[in-house]
């Protein structure tokens, strides 16, 4: 089975940064592990539905990101440690959100853009404050 456990959540100031982490272990039912995994990050906000926010192909070639943090997040992956991050910079309050780390056993990107996710961690927290 498939575990994906986030870290790097905290509570920092508007304009900030901040790096999350996402470290998997473990394999599917098919056999696939992380280096082959499509990986995404999405976000939830108190009363809000969870909302994508970045997405990697399993070679780094092809990125995806929600509109609301174009130009201010970065998505990454290190395939030797099972790693994907989310460097988040110039922060907003309205960043303000619990995020998840997902996996899909997909080679298309779009897929887990698209919310086709397989496996989710169970998130950390973020606040930014104003």
């Known amino acids: 089975q498939v575990q994906l456990v986030e870290s790097g959540g905290t509570l920092v100031q508007a304009g900030g940064s901040l790096r999350l982490s996402c470290v998997a272990s473990?394999?599917?039912?098919?056999?696939?592990?992380?280096?082959?995994?499509?990986m995404g990050w999405f976000r939830q906000a108190p009363g809000k539905d969870r909302e994508f926010v970045a997405a990697i192909s399993w070679t780094s070639t092809t990125t995806y990101y929600a509109d609301s943090v174009k130009g201010r997040f970065t998505i990454s992956r290190d395939n030797a440690k099972d790693t994907v991050y989310l460097q988040m910079n110039s922060l907003r309050p309205e960043d303000t959100a619990d995020y998840y780390c997902?996996?899909?056993?997909?080679?298309?990107?779009?897929?887990?853009?698209?919310?086709?996710?397989?496996?989710w961690g169970k998130g950390t927290l973020v606040t930014v404050s104003s």
């Open positions: 997902a996996a899909g056993e997909t080679y298309r990107t779009v897929v887990v853009r698209d919310g086709g996710v397989d496996y």
């Open positions: 473990g394999r599917s039912s098919s056999g696939r592990t992380f280096d082959t995994f499509t």
